[in-house]
Every structure is written in structure tokens, then in C-alpha cells.
């Protein structure tokens, strides 16, 4: 699982893997930053971003690439670059025929801390708590990707239970039900 915390100047990643039964559940396999040069033309930048997030998901080679879903940004011009690094994280992944994800902030927060509002303390602490880490994992960048592949990680079991039932649930309405004996039609109630 890796998770891609998008940013065109520092682009965070994680890889995490879950071990059922073991403690902890989860373990960091790498972490850390992409970095442009904020001085280069933003084209430039866009090519070498693009370039490191195909190599990186090449070499990790995932089943699936978590990418930060841009929800709210105060700042259009933030908004803005995010969006572009968000577009090429889904590309390399599309590319390497990787499944993709994608969770808010506030999502990724609510399921690693059990609080949306959470800060980026409270969500470091909780990563290096989930993944067994002695220390912090800094930056926050890398700490937020760690994030987002722990909250797929932790979420996709209760998705896949509700996706069976709903189909179970689908397939039972278009099944016509037998007949019950233990009850009379209702037009011979009363006879």
C-alpha cells in the first residue's frame, strides 16, 4: 500500500504493510519526500515530479496507490499545485496498473486518530503508535502518506463486508422469495 501525499515543492510518501496478528498491525516499509525546486519553471517541475512518482511506484511496485483527495483549500494558488501533483500521483499509478484510492484530510485523520480535526502532532504520534516506530515520522509529508495507506489499510475490510451484503441484499430482491406455508394468503384469512 502506498500512500502519495500530493505537493508540487514536497511530495510525501509511504509504503505500509498490514500484518494481521502480529503487534503492530502495521509496518512502515519507506517513507519520505519528493522535492522540486520552487525556483525551476513550473513545467520542469511538473516533469521531474512525474519522473520520481513513476519510478517510486515502479519500484515499490503496490497493489494500491492512496492519493490525498483535495477537499477544501483556502488558498486557490495551493489548491492549484496540489491538484497538478494529485493529477500526476493518479497518473503513475494508472500507468503501473495500480488499484487507486483516494481520502480527504479529514477522512485519513478520523480513521487514524478517530478525530477529523486531528493535528499533524496528533497524527504522527498515531502513525508511529500503529506502525510500531520509536520515533515521530518526520516530515509531516511522509508522516501524512504513512496516514493515508494505514487509513485504506484499516478501512477497506468494513468497505468489502458492506459491498457483500449490499450485493447479497441486491441478488435476494431479484430472487423471488418460496413461498412461506406457515402462512395463509391473505385472502383466505378468516375462512
Do not use: W
Request: charged share 25%.
Amino acid at each position: 500500500m502506498l500512500g502519495i501525499d500530493p505537493g508540487v515543492s514536497r511530495c510525501g510518501y509511504g509504503c505500509v504493510r498490514r500484518d494481521p496478528g502480529s503487534d503492530p498491525a502495521f509496518r512502515a516499509l519507506c517513507a519520505g519526500v519528493i522535492t522540486t525546486a520552487p525556483a525551476d519553471p513550473l513545467p520542469e517541475r511538473l516533469a521531474e515530479l512525474a519522473r520520481e512518482l513513476g519510478d517510486l511506484v515502479r519500484e515499490v511496485s503496490p497493489d494500491v496507490v492512496v492519493v490525498e483527495r483535495v477537499f477544501f483549500q483556502a488558498n486557490a494558488r495551493t489548491a492549484m499545485s496540489v491538484g497538478q501533483a494529485s493529477g500526476l500521483a493518479l497518473v503513475a499509478a494508472a500507468q503501473a496498473g495500480c488499484e487507486v484510492a483516494q481520502y480527504t484530510a479529514n477522512e485519513v485523520k478520523q480513521a487514524v486518530t478517530g478525530y477529523g480535526a486531528a493535528g499533524k502532532e496528533q497524527v504522527q504520534r498515531m502513525v508511529a503508535a500503529l506502525c510500531g516506530l520509536s520515533a515521530h515520522p518526520r516530515p509531516p509529508d511522509a508522516a501524512d502518506a504513512l496516514a493515508l495507506a494505514i487509513c485504506h489499510l484499516s478501512l477497506t475490510p468494513g468497505r468489502r463486508r458492506v459491498a457483500a451484503a449490499l450485493a447479497r441484499q441486491a441478488r435476494q430482491r431479484e430472487e423471488p422469495s418460496p413461498p412461506d406455508d406457515r402462512f395463509l394468503p391473505l385472502e383466505e384469512v378468516g375462512r
